[in-house]
C-alpha cells in the first residue's frame, strides 16, 4: 500500500495541490495508526480501522474526481472527532495526545482554502481547549494512567510528532523543488519557442516584404502612365492593399523584436520641424480623404534639434493618429506639442493625439495596449488591422523611458498622451515651420493654385510700394479683394469704413509700427475690423521674434521674402471658410502642412478644478485658475445650474413661502463632458470634491475619472469655503510648478488642519432636505436650539448644540471656535453666510476682531446648493490651523486677488 502511495505521489502528471494532499494525509494516516492504540481498547482498534479504510477511500475518490477541497474537508471533520476521543481514551494532558494536535492545525492549513480554513482552524481551536477544559474539571471522564506510563507516552509522542512534522516538511520541500525544476524547464522550452518564432518572423517577413515591394513599384509604374479610368482605380487599389499588407508585416517584424528583445533605441540627434512636418505631410491627405479636419498645435519654444530615437517617435506617433484617423468618421484629429524645460540640457516632451471618434469604453481602457486586442470588436470589425499597433507604440514608448495614458469619453472620442524626456541639442527655438518649408521647396516646382476666394476682401499693411506689389501679384490667382494701406494711420482709416476678412501687417513702419498700429486696431472705436486675425508679414525673421508676435497678439507670422505657395497657405488658414474654394489642383500636402502652421496653443501642465459648492470668491478663481464644475438645484419648477441659472438668494426667498428646494451633485456624465472639456486645456486635472460622505459628487466624479488616466478626484473631507481651502493650496501650487504627487499628498494631509463648523440658524431647511427628522427640527425651534454642523472623517454630524438668540448663540459659537489661539493660522478667514443682513455680518466680524484677528477676511455668500441645505441666518468661520505639513500661503496672499474688493481687512 505504501509503495503504492509513493508511486502517486512522485506522479507529475497530477498537480501539485493532490500531490500535497496525499501527503499530508498519509502523515496523518500513520499519526491516527499511532495515537489510537494508546488507548488500549478494542474500541479504539476497530475505530483505527475503520478510519483508515474510509481515510483511503476519500483520498481516492478525492483525486479521481478532481475535488480535493471536499476530500480534504471529509478528512478534517474525521481528524477533528478522532483526536478527542483518542485524548479522553489514552489518559488526557498525562497522556502523549496534546502534542498530536498540532498535526490537525497543520493539515488544516495545508489542505483545506479560504473561509473553510479559517473555520476549521476555529473550530480546531476550540476542541483543543474544551478537552483541556473537560480533563481539568470533569477528570473522571479522562483514562487514569500512572506516572510513569504518561511520561513514557509524552516524550514518544513528542519524539513522533517531531519525526512526522520533518518528514511532511521534507516531502513538501521535495515537492515544490520538483515544480520549480519543472517550471524552470518549461520557461526554457518556451524561450526557445519565442526564439524560434521570432526567427520565422523576421525571415517570413522578407520573404514577403521583397515582393510585395515589387508590386507596390511596378503599380507606381503603371499610374504613371496615361491608363484608362477602371484600370487605374484597380492599380490605386493594388497600391492600397499592398500598402496595408507591408504595414501589417512591419508591425508583425516590430512585435517580434520588441518580445525578443532586439529591439534598440538609438538615440541621434534630429531636426523637431523636419519631424513634424514628414508627420503631417503622411497623415494629412488620409484625414482628407475621410472629410475629417486635421489640426496641429506645436509649441513654439520647442527647441529646434533635440536628441532622441527619431525613427521610433515618428513611428508612435504615426501609429496613434493612423488610429485615430481609421476610427474617426467624422470630426477632427489633432496632434498636440508641448514642451517644459526640465534642466539645463534636457526637456520633457508631451506629444498629445486627439479625435472625436468612437472612443473606448471605461472597462475596455485597461486593456487597450494589449496585443491582438480590439475593443468593442462588433462595432470595430470593418475596420482594418490586427490590433498590434497600441501594443507596439506602449512598449516602444516604455523603451525610450517614457509614458503613455489614454483619456476616452465612449462616442466622444479620445486623447493619447505620450511623454519623452530628451536632451537639447541646439537651444534655438523651432517657431514656426515657415522657413524650414521654404528651404525644403523643391527646385523647380511649378506653382499651382491652391484656393479661390473672389468674395473674401484683405488689407496689406507695409510702407514699401514694391512689397505691397509683390503680395498684389503672388495672390491675384486667387481673385482675392486687396486693398493696401502705406502706413500705420491709412491703416486705421481704411478698416474705419471697411470690414476685411483678413490682414497682413508689416512690423517695422514709420510712425507707427505694425505692434501699434494693431493694439490701435483692436481697440479702435467704431472700427470694423477690431476681431479680424492679422498676420505679422515682416523680415524680422528669428524665434525671438516670433515669440513677441503671439504675445503681442498676432494670428501669425510670414518672413519675408515669401514664396506665393507659402502666402496662399498663410491667407487660407485665417480666411473664413465659406468664403474659400480648394483648388482641385494643389498640392494638398503643401496646403495642410503650411496651413497647420498658425494653428499653435499651449495647454497648462495642470489644472486644479473643484465643484461649485467650494465657496471662493470670484477673483481667486480667475487668478489661481480654478475651473468649476457646477452643482443642481432642485425645486418644483425644474432642476437648475447652481450659480449660473439660480442663486442663493433667488432659492432663500423660494423656499421662505413653503416652497422645497434641495441640490444634486452633477451627474457622472456631467462630470465626463466636464474633464473632457478641461483637457483640452490642461494636461492633468487634480478635481477636488465635497466630503464623499457629504454628497454623492465625489462617487460620480470618481466613477467619470475611469474613463481619463489623467485625471485624479480628491475627497476633501469639507464642504463649502473650507473645500475652497484646499483647493487653493492645491492650485497655488500648480501655479509653481510643484509636483502632482506632492500636491496629491498635501490635499490629504490638510484634511485634519482645516476647521470646518457651521451654526445654522433655522433647522427647516435641513429638515426638508432629509438631513434631520420632523421630530428633530420641532425640538429644536421649541428649545431654541440651533445645532452647530462639524465634518468629521469627510461625515456631517452635529457637534454641537447652542441654546437661545442669535446673538447669544453666534458669540458663544465664535468664542468657542477661536478659544485656542495659539492654534490658528490667522492669515486668512472665510466667513461663509446664508442669508444674512449687513447688521449681522458686521456684528460677526466684530466678534472674531475681538477673539482672534485675521490678516485678511473674506465674507463669502454660500452657493445656492449650500444655502439649500443650511437655510437662512446660517454661517461658519472657516480658517486654517498651524501646521507644518502644508507649503506657506504667504505669497499667494500677496497677489493681486487677495488684495480684491471680495476681501474685508479687520
Known amino acids: 500500500m505504501l509503495k503504492k502511495w509513493f508511486e502517486i505521489i512522485s506522479d507529475h502528471k497530477i498537480s501539485l495541490r493532490e500531490r500535497m494532499f496525499l501527503v499530508v494525509t498519509g502523515v496523518c494516516m500513520v499519526a491516527l495508526m499511532i495515537i489510537l492504540p494508546m488507548g488500549r481498547s478494542l474500541v479504539n482498534f476497530l475505530i483505527l480501522g ?55 492545525f497543520i493539515y488544516i492549513s495545508i489542505t483545506l482554502e479560504g473561509r473553510r480554513k479559517a473555520t476549521f482552524f476555529f473550530l480546531c481551536t476550540v476542541e483543543t481547549l474544551l478537552c483541556y477544559y473537560i480533563a481539568f474539571y470533569f477528570p473522571k471522564f479522562v483514562a487514569q494512567n500512572t506516572q510513569r506510563h504518561s511520561f513514557f507516552d509524552s516524550a514518544t509522542s513528542v519524539i513522533l510528532v517531531g519525526v512526522l512534522t520533518s518528514v511532511l516538511l521534507l516531502f513538501l520541500k521535495r515537492l515544490y523543488e520538483e515544480e520549480n525544476e519543472l517550471s524552470r524547464q518549461q520557461k526554457k522550452e518556451i524561450e526557445e519557442l519565442n526564439k524560434a518564432e521570432n526567427h520565422f518572423f523576421s525571415s517570413m517577413s522578407h520573404e514577403i516584404r521583397t515582393p510585395i515591394n515589387t508590386i507596390i513599384g511596378l503599380n507606381e509604374i503603371i499610374l504613371r502612365g496615361d491608363i484608362p479610368e477602371d484600370v487605374a482605380e484597380n492599380a490605386r487599389n493594388i497600391q492600397g492593399a499592398s500598402k496595408m499588407l507591408l504595414t501589417l508585416i512591419n508591425d508583425i517584424l516590430d512585435l517580434s523584436k520588441i518580445k525578443s528583445g532586439k529591439m534598440e533605441i538609438v538615440n541621434v540627434s534630429y531636426e523637431t520641424g523636419a519631424l513634424f512636418s514628414e508627420i503631417v505631410n503622411m497623415i494629412w491627405i488620409k484625414a482628407k480623404e475621410k472629410g475629417l479636419e486635421f489640426r496641429l498645435h506645436v509649441d513654439s519654444s520647442i527647441p529646434s534639434m533635440l536628441c532622441g530615437d527619431e525613427v521610433r517617435i515618428k513611428q508612435v506617433l504615426i501609429n496613434l493618429l493612423n488610429n485615430a484617423v481609421k476610427y474617426t468618421s467624422e470630426g477632427s484629429v489633432t496632434l498636440s506639442v508641448r514642451c517644459e524645460r526640465l534642466t539645463l540640457n534636457r526637456v520633457r516632451v508631451w506629444y498629445s493625439v486627439e479625435d472625436t471618434g468612437l472612443g473606448v469604453k471605461k472597462e475596455n481602457i485597461p486593456y487597450i495596449f494589449n496585443a491582438f486586442k480590439r475593443v468593442d470588436e462588433e462595432k470595430n470589425r470593418h475596420i482594418e488591422g490586427t490590433g498590434l499597433g497600441l501594443s507596439i507604440v506602449h512598449q516602444l514608448v516604455e523603451l525610450m523611458g517614457g509614458e503613455i495614458s489614454v483619456n476616452s469619453v465612449y462616442t466622444k472620442g479620445s486623447t493619447f498622451i505620450v511623454v519623452l524626456e530628451q536632451d537639447i541639442v541646439d537651444e534655438k527655438e523651432l517657431g514656426t515651420f515657415t522657413l524650414a518649408s521654404r528651404a525644403r521647396t523643391r527646385d523647380g516646382e511649378q506653382y499651382r493654385q491652391s484656393f479661390e476666394a473672389p468674395k473674401a476682401h484683405i488689407l496689406v499693411v507695409d510702407d514699401n510700394e514694391m512689397n505691397l506689389m509683390v503680395v498684389k501679384k503672388l495672390l491675384s490667382a486667387t481673385k482675392i479683394q486687396l486693398d493696401v494701406a502705406l502706413s500705420g494711420a491709412e491703416c486705421l482709416r481704411l478698416t474705419q469704413k471697411q470690414h476685411y476678412d483678413a490682414i497682413l501687417m508689416d512690423h517695422l513702419m514709420p510712425e507707427m509700427d505694425g505692434i501699434q498700429c494693431l493694439h490701435a486696431l483692436r481697440m479702435q472705436p467704431g472700427g470694423l475690423c477690431q476681431d479680424v486675425p492679422v498676420i505679422a508679414l515682416t523680415a524680422n525673421a528669428g524665434s525671438d521674434n516670433q515669440l513677441l508676435y503671439r504675445k503681442e497678439g498676432f494670428s501669425g507670422y510670414l518672413a519675408k521674402p515669401v514664396s506665393g505657395a507659402l502666402l496662399e497657405a498663410a491667407v487660407l488658414s485665417i480666411l473664413p471658410k465659406e468664403l474659400v474654394k480648394l483648388s482641385e489642383e494643389a498640392i494638398q500636402s503643401e496646403i495642410g502642412k503650411d496651413v497647420l502652421i498658425f494653428e499653435q496653443s499651449k495647454r497648462r501642465s495642470l489644472m486644479v478644478t473643484t465643484d461649485s459648492v467650494c465657496d471662493l470668491p470670484e477673483s481667486l478663481r480667475k487668478e489661481f485658475g480654478i475651473s468649476i464644475c457646477p452643482y443642481y438645484v432642485c425645486t418644483e419648477q425644474g432642476r437648475f445650474l447652481d450659480e449660473i441659472e439660480i442663486k442663493a438668494d433667488e432659492l432663500l426667498s423660494h423656499m421662505a413661502v413653503g416652497n422645497h428646494g434641495f441640490s444634486q451633485a452633477p451627474d457622472v456624465e456631467d462630470y465626463e463632458k466636464f474633464f473632457a472639456e478641461k483637457l483640452t486645456e490642461a494636461q492633468n486635472i487634480i478635481h477636488i470634491t465635497m466630503a464623499k460622505h457629504a454628497s454623492q459628487g465625489y462617487a460620480n466624479a470618481l466613477e467619470a475619472a475611469k474613463s481619463f488616466e489623467n485625471v485624479t478626484v480628491l475627497d476633501s473631507g469639507h464642504l463649502s469655503s473650507s473645500m475652497g481651502l484646499s483647493v487653493l493650496y492645491a492650485a497655488y501650487m500648480a501655479e509653481h510648478h510643484v509636483p502632482k504627487t506632492e500636491i496629491v499628498k498635501t490635499v490629504k494631509k490638510l484634511r485634519r488642519y482645516i476647521s470646518s463648523a457651521f451654526i445654522i440658524d433655522s433647522t427647516h431647511m435641513m429638515c426638508q432636505a432629509g438631513q434631520i427628522s420632523k421630530r428633530v427640527q420641532i425640538l429644536c ?110 505669497e499667494a496672499s500677496k497677489s493681486n486677488a487677495m488684495n480684491g474688493a471680495s476681501q474685508e481687512p479687520l
Open 50 to 104: 475503520a478510519s483508515l479504510i474510509c481515510t483511503v477511500v476519500v483520498v481516492k475518490v478525492s483525486v479521481q474526481k478532481k475535488c480535493i477541497h471536499g476530500g480534504a474537508t471529509i478528512i478534517s471533520i474525521l481528524l477533528l472527532l478522532l483526536f478527542p476521543l483518542s485524548f479522553f481514551t489514552a489518559g488526557g494532558f498525562y497522556s502523549g495526545m496534546p502534542e498530536w494536535f498540532v498535526l490537525c
Open 781 to 890: 425651534d421649541a428649545l431654541l436650539l440651533h445645532p452647530v454642523i462639524v465634518l468629521r472623517k469627510s461625515k456631517m454630524v452635529v457637534g454641537s448644540m447652542e441654546m437661545g438668540s442669535f446673538a447669544h448663540v453666534a458669540k458663544r459659537y465664535i468664542r468657542k471656535l477661536l478659544m485656542n489661539t495659539g492654534n490658528i493660522d490667522r492669515r486668512i478667514l472665510f466667513i461663509t453666510y446664508a442669508g444674512m443682513d449687513a447688521k449681522s455680518l458686521q456684528y460677526i466680524q466684530n466678534l472674531v476682531k475681538q477673539y482672534c484677528p485675521f490678516e485678511r477676511v473674506y465674507l463669502q455668500k454660500a452657493s445656492s446648493a449650500i444655502a439649500s441645505n443650511c437655510g437662512p441666518g446660517s454661517f461658519g468661520l472657516l480658517f486654517m490651523k498651524k501646521n507644518e505639513a502644508v507649503i506657506s500661503f504667504s
